[in-house]
């Protein structure tokens, strides 16, 4: 079957042409926490951005290689609040308020147009094999982490599989989604719902 070419044309070395894909990139986030996945074309990134579609395309296949790069970003800084989390955490020994923290932890890093832009990359995940892809390859990797902290907390024991911490962790992406949709107005109320269910889902 064949799959659309997903990798950069071209790897930016230079400053300018490194400030160029970063304005590129800005201007798909803007096309898609503005107007939403379905209005991302190269066309409307270009307008959005300033800079010209040929330009783009040296340096993007189609709007799938920005949306790569895009999501890659977003799951990085997902991980990176997570690191930032459990270091500065480690003293907490009861799962539940451990876990319940690392949740709040993600809503409180995360402003109204990223919620909408978590919303969005998730939307392009449910038609990406690609992207499923990406976001599997780090759902692996963090739950290796949770299990972990599992581990340290007491939840499960040295040597268990972390199918539990699998579930657990299905769940809690789950719920940030949701809150993520939420109304900007309703979304305090979700948060106070859902972070209950945090502390059932991962201890």
Known sequence: M??????????????????????????????????????????????????????????????????????????????QTYREYADAHSEISDPADYFEGL???????????????????????????????????????IVQFLHQDRIRLGVDQPGSTTEQTRIGLDIVVALLDVVSRADRAARPSYIERTRKLVRLSLS
């Not at 071209?10 to 798909?28: C, F, H, M, N, W």
């Not at 709007?63 to 895009?70: F, G, H, N, T, Y």
């Not at 402003?111 to 692996?140: C, F, W």
């Open 103 to 141: 949740f709040m932890a993600y809503c409180d890093a995360s402003g109204e147009r990223d919620h909408k832009l978590s919303s969005e990359l998730v939307n392009a995940l449910m038609t990406n094999p690609q992207l499923r892809a990406m976001d599997e390859e780090y759902s692996i990797n």
């Open 2 to 79: 064949h799959t659309k070419d997903l990798s950069a044309r071209k790897t930016p070395s230079q400053y300018r042409s490194i400030e160029k894909v970063r304005k590129i990139l800005d201007g798909a986030i803007e096309v898609l926490v503005e107007d939403g996945l379905l209005a991302l074309t190269t066309n409307s990134v270009a307008e959005m951005s300033g800079v010209t579609v040929g330009s783009i395309y040296q340096y993007f296949p189609n709007k799938e290689a920005i949306l790569l790069v895009l999501y890659r970003e977003w799951l990085d800084e997902a991980f």
